[in-house]
C-alpha cells in the first residue's frame, strides 16, 4: 500500500534534491575555475619571469658591451663608473665588474665593499667557453652573469643582481584578479545551478504531488508530456501507470460487486484454512457477521464432509473437490445442507497459497428431493396397490368370471383394461424414473451376449408392433459380442426404444434394428420411417414428460418418460443413448454400449 506523505516530507525531499544538486553542480563549476585559475597564474608567471629575465640579460648585455674598454685597459674607475650606472637601472640590486681570474674588480660604489670577492671557478668555467649568459636565481633575486671578450680572449665580466620584488607584486595582483573572476564564476555557476534545478525538479514535483494524490485515493491528474527527453519520459510513464491502475481498481471494484452480489457463498482461507475473505451471502446464510468470520478457521464454518476429518482434507490431488455435500454451522446451532466446490489458488509473488470455497443451500433442493419420496411413497401405496386390484378385477369381468358381459359391457370393460394398463405402465415408470435420479435403482451386473437381449426385446415388442401392423428387421454384425450390463435393465432401454419407433411407424412400415461396432462401442441403431422429430423438440427429447408435437399423431400418446429413464440407465450402464433424425422420413436411435471381453 502506499506510504502517506507528509508536506512537510515533500518540502524536505525538494530542498534535498535542490540543495544537492546546487551544491554538486557549485561545487563542479568552482573547481573548474579554480583549475583553470591556477593555470592562467601559472601562465602568467611564467610571462612575467621571462620578460624579467629577458630584460636582465639585455641590460647585463649592453652594461657588459660597456665595460669592454675599461675591462681591457683594466680601468677600475671607469668600469666603476659604467657599473654605477647600472646600478641606477629599475630592479638592479647590485652590479659587480671582475677580471679575468674572476677578482671583483668594482661594484660601482665608491666604498667598493665587494672588492674581495672572487666568481667561482666553476662559474668561470662556464662562461669563459663561450658568450653565453649565466642566469641563476635565488629567493627574490635574480643574478645574471655576462663575460666580456675581446677577440677570443676573455677580458673578465659583470654580474648583476635583479629584485624580483615586482614580479611577487605584479603576481598578488594577479591572483586578486583571478580570485574575483574565480568568485564571479562560482556566483554565476549557482545562479544557473539553481535555475537548472528548478527545471529538473518542477516536473519532478508535479510528479510528487500527482502521486500523492493517487495514494490519497484522490484521481490522478493527467501529467504533461512537454518534451521528449527522461523528464517527458518520466510523465508519460506515470500517465500510463495511472491508466493501467485506474484499469484495475475499475476491474478490481467490478469483481468484488461481481462477488458480493453472487447468491452462493464464497470463502477465501490461507494455507491453514484461516479465513480471509468471505461475501455477503455466507454472512446472511451463517447469520454471523463479516468480522467475526475473518479470522475464524473455515473448519468451524463447515462440517467436514463424511470420511474426512476437515473440508480442505477432502481435496483430490489436484487440490480441488466438486459437490462435496455437507452442512455449513450457522448461528444458534442451526446446520445448513450445502453443496461445495473447493479450489485452490497456488501461490504467487508474496502470496501464500489460499482455498476458495464456493457453497450453494441445497436445503431447497433437499426440501423438495424430500417431497418428490413422500409424493412416489404415495403413489407407490396409494395409486399402485388400488390400482393392480383394479386391474385384476376388470381383467376377471374380461374373462368372463362374472358371467357373460353384453357387446357394450365388453367393449367398456377393454376401454377399462387399456387405460389401467397404460395407469400402472405410468406409475411404474414414475417409480422408476425417482429411483434413478436419486441413485436408489439397483443394478445387478452381468456378463451376457448382447444379441440375445436386443432378440428379447425385440420379441417383447413383436405384439405391439402386431397391433400397430409394423415389422421388425434385424441384421447382426457382432455376433457373439458381450457387454457387462444388468440384462432386464437393457431390455428396458430396448424396448423403450423399439415401442417409440414403432409408435410413429405406418402400418405396413419395417423398424430396422441393426447391431455393429462404433468407435470401440457396440452400438443398436433402430430406425423408423416415421415423421422424425422436429428441430425445436430435439433438445428435449430425453427430458422427462417431454413429449414432441407428433403425440396425437394416430393418437398414440405416451407419458413422456421413457427416454429419460432409458437416458439414465444406460449411463448407469457407461453406454450412450442418442439419435439422429429427417422431418418426414423417419428417425434413427443409437444406444451404445462398451464391449465386454
Ligand atoms: N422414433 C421417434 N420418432 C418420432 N418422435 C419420437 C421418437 N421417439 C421419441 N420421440 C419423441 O420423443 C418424445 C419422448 O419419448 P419418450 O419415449 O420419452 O416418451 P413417450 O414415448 O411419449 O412416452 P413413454 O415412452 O413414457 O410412454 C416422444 O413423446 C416423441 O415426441
Ligand atoms: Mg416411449
Known sequence: MFKRISDSEVATMRLGLKGRFVVFVSAIIVAFGLVLTALSVRAQNERLRHELEDRGKLLTTVIAANTTDALAMLDVRDLR??????????????????????????DG???????????????????????????????????????????????????????????????????????????????????AAILLTEAVTRPLNEVIR????????????????????????????FNEMTRKLRDTTVSRDYLDRVLETMGECLVVTGPDGTITRVNRAVCSLSGVGEDELLGQNCRDLFRAPQGHVSLLDALGPDGSARGLETELLA??????????????????????????????????????????????TMVHHEVRAPLTAVRGAIGLLDGGVVGELGKRGQELVE???????????????????????????????????????????????????????????????????????DPDRMIQVLTNVLTNAVRFSAADDVVTVKASRHNDMLRV???????????????????????????????????????????GIIEELSGTISFETKLGEGTTFFVDIPEYA
Open 81 to 106: 663608473k659604467t657599473l654605477s650606472e647600472a646600478r641606477d637601472q629599475e630592479n638592479v640590486l647590485d652590479a659587480v665588474g671582475f677580471d679575468e681570474d674572476g677578482r671583483v674588480l668594482t
Open 210 to 237: 500527482a502521486t500523492r494524490a493517487l495514494s490519497q485515493g484522490e484521481p490522478a491528474p493527467r501529467l504533461p508530456v512537454r518534451t521528449t527527453d527522461e523528464v517527458g519520459e518520466l510523465a508519460e510513464a
Open 525 to 567: 441403431a433402430i430406425s423408423d420411417k416415421g415423421p422424425g422429430i422436429s428441430e425445436d423438440f430435439r433438445d428435449h427429447v430425453f427430458e422427462a414428460f417431454a413429449r414432441g408435437e407428433h403425440d396425437d399423431w394416430r393418437h398414440r400418446s405416451g407419458t413422456g418418460l421413457g427416454m429419460s429413464i432409458s437416458k
Open 331 to 376: 448461528r444458534g446451532g442451526e446446520a445448513v445442507p450445502v453443496i461445495v466446490s473447493v479450489g485452490t489458488m497456488e501461490e504467487s509473488a508474496g502470496r501464500a497459497r489460499s482455498y476458495v470455497v464456493v457453497a450453494a443451500d441445497i436445503g431447497e433442493r433437499l426440501r423438495h428431493e424430500q417431497q418428490k419420496d413422500e409424493f412416489v
Open 109 to 191: 660604489t665608491l666604498v667598493n665593499s665587494r672588492r674581495h670577492e672572487q666568481i667561482s671557478e666553476a662559474e668561470l668555467r662556464h662562461i669563459s667557453g663561450s658568450s653565453a649568459l649565466l642566469v641563476e636565481f635565488e629567493g627574490d633575486a635574480m643574478t645574471v652573469t655576462k663575460p666580456v671578450h675581446l677577440g677570443s680572449r676573455m677580458l673578465g665580466g659583470v654580474r648583476l643582481r635583479y629584485s624580483l620584488a615586482s614580479l611577487a607584486e605584479e603576481q598578488a595582483s594577479l591572483a586578486r584578479r583571478t580570485a574575483t573572476v574565480g568568485a564571479v564564476f562560482a556566483l554565476l555557476g549557482m545562479i
Open 415 to 485: 376401454i377399462a383394461l387399456r387405460n389401467s394398463e397404460r395407469m400402472e405402465r405410468l406409475v411404474n415408470d414414475i417409480l422408476v424414473s425417482r429411483k434413478l435420479d436419486s441413485g436408489r435403482m439397483e443394478f445387478h451386473y452381468e456378463k451376457v451376449e448382447l444379441m440375445p437381449l436386443v432378440e428379447q426385446a425385440i420379441s417383447a415388442t413383436s405384439a405391439y408392433a402386431a397391433n400397430y401392423e409394423v415389422r421388425f428387421e434385424l441384421s447382426n454384425g457382432v455376433a457373439g459380442a458381450t457387454v457387462r450390463v
